[in-house]
Every structure is written in structure tokens, then in C-alpha cells.
């Protein structure tokens, strides 16, 4: 079994045989720009990405979905696939 590393720097991983494994990033949105950034980096990917605050969650690529979870909460991203650039962004807004 491949463990998985829960951090900015290694935000999906892929496993034997090229599957993907889900992995979690805590992040924190201080500015409605924050959130406006951190959805155009989800809209460039092809695969689903989910922030949770608590029980709700929403799609990071909804602009009104993240801002409806609040400025200055802890959030966490749950990333379904792998991108270079979206693990960039995540990695300016993680929090430990």
C-alpha cells in the first residue's frame, strides 16, 4: 500500500497502476480575491474538487459556493486528480 503524504506540497497523489487517491489540504480564505483566485485555478482542471467547512461541502469551482462558506474559516480542499498548477495555489492559502 502507498501511503499518502497530507500536505501543500503533495496535495494528490497516484498510486499503483495510475489510480488516484483522494487527499485533503486545510486552507484558509482570508479575501473574496482568495476565493476568486482558488476557483479559477479549480476551473482549469479536469477532474472534481470539493471544500468542506464542516458538514457543507461545495464544488471549488463554484465562486458562490466557496464565498458562501465564509472568509477566515478553515477549510479543506478534497482534490480528486492531480495538477501542477491548482497544487501551486492551495499551497499559498494551506494552513497546518
Not at 480564505?29 to 457543507?56: H, M, P, S, W, Y
Request: glycine letters at 8%; charged letters at 25%; hydrophobic letters at 45%.
Amino acid at each position: 500500500m502507498i501511503s499518502q503524504k497530507k500536505n501543500a506540497e503533495n496535495i494528490c497523489n497516484l498510486g499503483k497502476e495510475g489510480s488516484i487517491f483522494m487527499a485533503q489540504t486545510k486552507i484558509k480564505l482570508n479575501a473574496v480575491e482568495d476565493a476568486t483566485e482558488l476557483v479559477q485555478a479549480a476551473e482549469k482542471c479536469d477532474f472534481d474538487i470539493d471544500l468542506a467547512n464542516g458538514r457543507a461541502i461545495v464544488d471549488a469551482k463554484s465562486l458562490l459556493g466557496v464565498i458562501s462558506l465564509g472568509t477566515g474559516n478553515i477549510l479543506v480542499v478534497q482534490c480528486h486528480g492531480e495538477n501542477q498548477d491548482f497544487n501551486k495555489t492551495v499551497q499559498k492559502f494551506a494552513v497546518a
